[in-house]
């Protein structure tokens, strides 16, 4: 089956904790995004990736990180500096060049203890 | 200024009925719009992408567009208990590396 994987799908983080999501496409996508969706807030972007090795920040970076060492894999890193992680995780590709449409993942809940 | 504004909701209709949902966006520049439905716990499916000013049409779907007024609709005719969910409307920036979400509007379909 094509598609996006993220896992896990609940995740529980301790103050102080640093905690890695998955995301994983097998649509040969170039482009990959992740977002942050809190109640009654459209989605906020994190960080994107449009090829291999480079990523560029969103408009919430702070307390996150990521990396991009294979063109399937584009983990998020949920640092201690962020002060303020629950909530619900999406990660989406996009094909790239003039491919419009993103297409998610089925999201990972993040709750801290 | 957000650069998606929607309409929050709730929004209620009867079966059978046409739902009305509605967008505005800040970026003059913007060429490529969507709509996306997301139910609870979810995440976001694509509906309907459209690219030019007018309507396009897609089954019970017709998104319209309005670039010189920067607003996009969708609306959904016939509507079905199914249809009840979150709708989120998604603008691809003029640079062309970033989306940018509204809200979405809660949309319910009583039977």
């Known amino acids: 089956d094509g598609g996006i994987t993220q896992s896990p799908k609940y995740l529980f983080r301790k103050e102080g904790q640093n905690v890695t999501l998955s995301c994983e496409q097998n649509l040969n996508h170039d482009a990959m995004y992740w977002y942050r969706q809190d109640p009654g807030q459209g989605l906020r972007l994190i960080y994107y990736s449009q090829i291999v090795n480079d990523f560029q920040k969103g408009d919430i970076a702070e307390g996150y990180s990521v990396s991009r060492e294979k063109k399937e894999s584009f983990p998020l890193t949920v640092t201690s500096a962020q002060k303020n992680p629950t909530a619900f995780y999406l990660c989406a590709s996009r094909q790239g060049g003039g491919a419009e449409t993103q297409y998610f993942g089925p999201g990972t809940r993040l709750l801290v203890l | ?111």
């Open chain 2, 1 to 111: 200024q957000k650069e998606v504004e929607q309409n929050s909701g709730p929004l209620s209709v009867p079966e059978g009925a046409i739902a009305s949902l509605n967008c505005t966006y800040s970026d003059r520049g913007s060429q490529s719009f969507f709509w996306y439905r997301q139910y609870s716990g979810k995440s976001p499916e694509l509906i309907m992408s459209i690219y030019s000013n007018g309507d396009k049409e897609d089954g019970r779907f017709t998104a319209q567009l309005n670039k010189a007024s920067q607003y996009v609709s969708l609306l959904i005719r016939d509507s079905q208990p199914s249809d009840s969910a979150t709708y989120l409307c998604a603008v691809r920036s003029n640079t062309g590396n970033q989306f940018y979400f509204g809200t979405g509007t809660s949309l319910t379909v009583i039977p």
